[in-house]
């Protein structure tokens, strides 16, 4: 199985920059695409697709999402952080069936 | 509008089957696979298997000797069926639309279901 790996936590400031990471323990990259995905989920509500593919964007979400890396390491950036964006975020990966990171709440200094 | 709902009964017994039902508009379950999550305090969010669009499904292993998928798509509906109940079994379960290659982008609200004697 592939194991993803996050940060339980991570507090920041309005109008900063947070920076999630995810570490695989395989790779994985196939055929030119990282198949490493983000979610945003509110309490209450279910899992929101952020971005696919690494760095693309899902439709309808800020450009304040970003999402880069390949191989083993994955970061999600929120840039500049809004009131909003107060969330845990999975990590998920496609690259062999399908797992989910464990989580990142997101909460404000 | 894509929109999906989950249905099912909020409480099973230890042992008991859970069933749960996954209706679906705005797209063709003929279409795109249909995939099902559930979130549990203990393991957080799961991958339970999928229905392709032709009809043939995948488990995960974790689940493969008491989990089944199926769907009626005349009526727009995937089902989950679960046997042999536990208390850890306990958590929200999600039906998404998975769109390829292999993200979820649309999700439905999720079931509680409790499992408690």
């Known amino acids: 199985d592939i194991v993803l790996t996050q940060s339980p936590a991570l507090a920041v400031s309005l109008g900063q920059r947070a920076t999630i990471s995810c570490k695989t323990n395989?790779?994985?990259?196939?055929?030119?695409?990282?198949?490493m995905h983000w979610y945003q989920q509110k309490p209450g509500q279910q899992p929101k697709l952020l971005i696919y593919?690494?760095?693309n964007l899902a439709s309808g979400i800020p450009a304040r999402f970003s999402g880069r890396g390949s191989g083993t390491d994955f970061t999600l950036t929120i840039d500049p952080v809004e009131a909003d964006d107060t969330a845990t975020y999975y990590c998920?990966?496609?690259?062999?069936?399908?797992?989910f990171g464990a989580g990142t709440k997101l909460e404000l200094k | 509008q894509v929109q999906l709902k989950e249905t099912g009964p909020g409480l099973v017994q230890p042992t008991q089957t859970l069933s749960i039902t996954c209706t679906v508009s705005?797209?063709?379950?003929?279409?795109?696979?249909m995939q099902w999550v559930r979130q549990t305090p203990g393991k957080g969010l799961e991958w339970m298997g999928f229905?392709?669009?032709?009809?043939?499904?995948e488990y995960n292993s974790e689940f493969k000797s008491r989990l089944s998928i199926s769907r009626d798509t005349s009526k727009n509906q995937v089902f989950l069926k679960m046997n042999s109940l536990k208390t850890e079994d306990t958590g929200v379960y999600y039906c998404?639309?998975?769109?390829?290659?292999?993200?979820?982008?649309?999700w439905g609200q999720g079931v509680m279901v409790t499992v408690s004697s």
């Open positions: 705005g797209f063709s379950l003929t279409s795109y696979y």
């Open positions: 998920q990966q496609s690259r062999n069936l399908y797992t």
């Open positions: 229905i392709r669009s032709g009809g043939s499904t």
């Open positions: 593919l690494a760095s």
């Open positions: 998404a639309r998975e769109m390829g290659p292999h993200y979820f982008d649309y």
């Open positions: 395989q790779n994985v990259d196939y055929y030119g695409n990282s198949y």
